[in-house]
């Protein structure tokens, strides 16, 4: 019986022999994390430019968060939403008034607040904008990434999320992104209840649409009646330089969808915001999970997001994306690996000049690790770069300066 690691090649073997082969890591094993830096097993740093997938916006184990979840810990858990608890309002009203909204709903993990995002919007679509029952349609946009329940899936264009999957749920219909055209044309069918989009597309490979196409999505939505439902699972909570993505073009919409850095990383923790003429339109029994809404969600969310206001992590987020960005476009002009730099804040990519079949990114990937640093690419070619926003600027070059010398050196 194994109890504990002391080699990466222990961790690795272990995990390949007893554990679901559904995801393909990088070879380091990591063993702790503060702030910008993880360490690995054998105790060499690395800078983190993942982020867990914008999870840990904060910083790995912010001492504040921590502590928030150790006092609550001693105190009370989880008691489900079979009773009240003493934290599950405060929370509420924090995040509402942070946002916006006049009702909350907490759930676990990003997948599951989408898929609550889902059931109001019809429930709406039947109940108050009157399409007929089982009818009703949310136009989703391709490349979209929602999570990985069958219900999202079958929203999803990607072959490989799909594929073997089968059957799908109905109801979605999949226009492309970023084009206000065919927007125009889906959102006038009168069964139409919701327009499910992210603000910028991360998983995808972070597409950054057009300035005014978030602006002119609201206004048609607003036209035909049809809820905006805004993921912003991996943009929201200061990312991409402001408090939420969609504040870039003062768009508010109907339905919020927030996860992974709501909890800094922390716990597993969504929410989804709405008005009381879509969130009320559930009653009780008619949704809910053991484990949302509970006591330490509560607290660690509250802090979570304290820490992120308090820190002005927008603020440096939008600073340094800016400098991020200025370094790869110098670099770009030093070579011609890489195709594009794009992005927002600090949810960047570059784009390597080879096809996504080809192993370049990823092996530009494994050197970035030989150097310090972890990133890994999404859909072949696409080297996303994210790093906790808790970063600054000598640390942003200094890790502009790794990704410089290992793409200037790098060989096929
Ligand atoms: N939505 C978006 C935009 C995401 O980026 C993700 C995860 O990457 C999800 C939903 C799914 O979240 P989870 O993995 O917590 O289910």
């Given at each position: 019986?194994?109890?504990?690691?002391?080699?990466?090649?222990?961790?690795?073997?272990?995990?390949?022999?007893?554990?679901?082969?559904?995801?393909?890591?990088?070879?380091?094993?990591?063993?702790?994390?503060?702030?910008?830096?993880?360490?690995?097993?054998?105790?060499?740093?690395?800078?983190?430019?993942?982020?867990?997938?914008?999870?840990?916006?904060?910083?790995?184990?912010?001492?504040?968060?921590?502590?928030?979840?150790?006092?609550?810990?001693?105190?009370?858990?989880?008691?489900?939403?079979?009773?009240?608890?003493?934290?599950?309002?405060?929370?509420?009203?924090?995040?509402?008034?942070?946002?916006?909204?006049?009702?909350?709903?907490?759930?676990?993990?990003?997948?599951?607040?989408?898929?609550?995002?889902?059931?109001?919007?019809?429930?709406?679509?039947?109940?108050?904008?009157?399409?007929?029952?089982?009818?009703?349609?949310?136009?989703?946009?391709?490349?979209?990434?929602?999570?990985?329940?069958?219900?999202?899936?079958?929203?999803?264009?990607?072959?490989?999320?799909?594929?073997?999957?089968?059957?799908?749920?109905?109801?979605?219909?999949?226009?492309?992104?970023?084009?206000?055209?065919?927007?125009?044309?889906?959102?006038?069918?009168?069964?139409?209840?919701?327009?499910?989009?992210?603000?910028?597309?991360?998983?995808?490979?972070?597409?950054?649409?057009?300035?005014?196409?978030?602006?002119?999505?609201?206004?048609?939505?607003?036209?035909?009646?049809?809820?905006?439902?805004?993921?912003?699972?991996?943009?929201?909570?200061?990312?991409?330089?402001?408090?939420?993505?969609?504040?870039?073009?003062?768009?508010?919409?109907?339905?919020?969808?927030?996860?992974?850095?709501?909890?800094?990383?922390?716990?597993?923790?969504?929410?989804?915001?709405?008005?009381?003429?879509?969130?009320?339109?559930?009653?009780?029994?008619?949704?809910?999970?053991?484990?949302?809404?509970?006591?330490?969600?509560?607290?660690?969310?509250?802090?979570?997001?304290?820490?992120?206001?308090?820190?002005?992590?927008?603020?440096?987020?939008?600073?340094?994306?800016?400098?991020f960005?200025r370094r790869m476009e110098e670099l770009m002009k030093k070579t011609?690996l890489i195709?594009?730099v794009?992005?927002?804040?600090?949810?960047?990519?570059i784009?390597?000049?080879?096809?996504?079949?080809?192993?370049?990114?990823?092996?530009i990937?494994?050197d970035l690790?030989?150097h310090?640093m972890?990133?890994?690419?999404?859909?072949?070619?696409?080297i996303?770069l994210?790093?906790?926003?808790?970063?600054?600027?000598?640390?942003i070059h200094e890790c502009c300066d790794i990704i410089e010398q290992c793409v200037l050196n790098f060989?096929?």
């Amino acid at each position: 019986m194994v109890e504990t690691i002391s080699t990466s090649r222990e961790a690795i073997l272990l995990e390949e022999q007893y554990g679901a082969h559904n995801y393909h890591p990088l070879p380091v094993v990591l063993t702790k994390g503060e702030g910008v830096f993880l360490w690995d097993v054998e105790g060499k740093r690395y800078y983190d430019f993942l982020s867990a997938y914008s999870a840990v916006n904060q910083g790995h184990c912010h001492p504040r968060i921590i502590n928030a979840l150790i006092q609550q810990a001693k105190e009370l858990t989880l008691t489900s939403r079979a009773f009240y608890n003493d934290k599950l309002g405060i929370a509420e009203k924090y995040v509402c008034e942070t946002f916006g909204y006049q009702k909350a709903l907490f759930m676990n993990s990003g997948a599951e607040a989408n898929e609550t995002a889902i059931k109001l919007a019809r429930k709406w679509g039947y109940t108050k904008k009157g399409i007929p029952d089982n009818q009703a349609v949310i136009v989703c946009v391709s490349q979209n990434f929602h999570g990985r329940t069958t219900t999202i899936i079958s929203a999803s264009s990607d072959a490989i999320a799909r594929s073997g999957f089968g059957p799908f749920m109905p109801g979605f219909k999949i226009v492309a992104y970023d084009n206000v055209d065919v927007l125009k044309e889906a959102l006038a069918n009168p069964d139409v209840c919701a327009l499910w989009i992210e603000p910028i597309q991360g998983e995808a490979g972070v597409y950054v649409p057009q300035a005014g196409y978030l602006k002119a999505a609201e206004e048609l939505c607003l036209k035909h009646n049809v809820l905006l439902m805004m993921d912003e699972i991996q943009t929201g909570i200061a990312r991409t330089g402001s408090m939420l993505a969609s504040d870039h073009e003062n768009v508010h919409p109907d339905i919020l969808i927030l996860g992974k850095a709501i909890s800094g990383g922390v716990l597993p923790i969504s929410v989804v915001l709405a008005n009381d003429e879509i969130m009320l339109v559930i009653k009780p029994g008619e949704h809910g999970s053991t484990f949302g809404g509970n006591p330490l969600a509560a607290v660690v969310c509250m802090e979570a997001l304290k820490v992120v206001k308090d820190e002005a992590l927008a603020d440096n987020a939008e600073k340094l994306g800016s400098v991020f960005r200025r370094r790869m476009e110098e670099l770009m002009k030093k070579t011609n690996l890489i195709l594009q730099v794009r992005g927002k804040g600090l949810l960047n990519a570059i784009v390597i000049n080879d096809s996504p079949q080809s192993e370049t990114a990823w092996n530009i990937c494994i050197d970035l690790m030989n150097h310090g640093m972890l990133a890994k690419p999404t859909h072949g070619n696409i080297i996303r770069l994210a790093p906790p926003l808790v970063i600054n600027e000598e640390q942003i070059h200094e890790c502009c300066d790794i990704i410089e010398q290992c793409v200037l050196n790098f060989r096929k």
